[in-house]
């Protein structure tokens, strides 16, 4: 199968049904302080305008932050554990209390000064980024918790391209994979989108430590264990060029996708000082 033939990795929600409803407050949210981004860096919006839309996403903070709770027994009802889940639902709860914070001078105030705009047009950025960093490990602890497919997964559709993105706004890597491995019968009983999940997060623990190039990801099936190595290479090797979706690394990045991998049946390892990721998982 070529490779960008599997659907994105981070579709819809409507595709990702039924997606815990709690996780619907987050994305909004997102998607608001993503246009407040916007509107404070147009010179189109007067300040009237500037000062409702900063006042609109302020009063959502209290809101997203009162649905953390509800979010974290929804995972807990779907099979995470409490233990689990408090990473990435504490790394929330202090993103969102920063954007309140953040926020709160300005309508405090009443009105949005030319300092105040600038200091948001600086801090938003950053909270943007970790935002959009920490809600796909929300999705994949959820999709880690579901009953596992009847169908397996096979293997090159979880190592095929991710994002169809700019090549600037993707990881470019090279999938190897012994040539005697064959190129159908071999699956992996496992949610498609959470493994994929895990090679970008794999990906993004290595390459956003390093420059060096090229990245690989190396397959390997040994004794009815399936190894995906990722790293970088540095002999020269033939392998099928894939480009693999960009997140941003937040604080609980490595937590998630251990426990993640955990409740799937699989691991998840990472070797700071080799920056090496080995997802391990048996064969179907």
Not at 89 to 94: F, N, V
Not at 98 to 112: C, F, I, K, N, T
Not at 258 to 284: D, H, K, N, T, Y
Request: proline content about 7%; glycine content about 10%.
């Amino acid at each position: 199968m070529r490779a960008g033939a599997v659907p994105s990795l981070f579709p819809s929600a409507s595709a990702l049904a039924p997606e815990l409803v709690e996780l619907g407050p987050l994305r909004n949210g997102l998607g608001s302080v993503r246009n407040l981004q916007l509107i404070l860096g147009s010179i189109k919006v007067g300040q009237k305008g500037l000062y409702s839309a900063v006042a609109a996403v302020h009063g959502d903070c209290a809101q997203m932050i009162v649905s953390l709770g509800t979010l974290s027994e929804a995972l807990v009802r779907r099979g995470m554990s409490e233990e689990a889940a408090k990473p990435v639902i504490d790394a929330l709860h202090g993103l969102l209390t920063r954007l309140e914070a953040a926020l709160e001078q300005a309508v405090r105030s009443g009105r949005l000064s030319a300092a105040r705009r600038l200091a948001l047009e600086q801090a938003l950025p950053g909270l943007v980024e970790e935002l959009g960093g920490t809600l796909p490990l929300v999705a994949l602890l959820d999709r880690a918790g579901r009953p596992r497919p009847v169908e397996a997964s096979p293997v090159g559709w979880i190592h095929a391209s991710s994002s169809e993105a700019p090549l600037e706004e993707a990881v470019p890597a090279i999938f190897v994979s012994p040539s005697d491995t064959p190129d159908t019968g071999i699956g992996v009983s496992v949610d498609l989108d959470a493994a994929k999940t895990l090679i970008v997060l794999g990906v993004a623990l290595v390459a956003q430590r390093s420059a060096a190039r090229p990245l690989q990801l190396r397959y390997v099936a040994r004794r009815g264990v399936s190894q995906t190595s990722i790293g970088f290479g540095s002999e020269s090797t033939a392998g099928i060029a894939v480009r693999i979706a960009s997140l941003p690394l937040v604080k609980p990045t490595l937590a998630c996708a251990q426990a993640a991998a955990r409740r799937l049946g699989g691991s998840f390892e990472f070797a700071p000082e080799a920056l090496r990721v080995c997802i391990s998982w048996p064969l179907s």
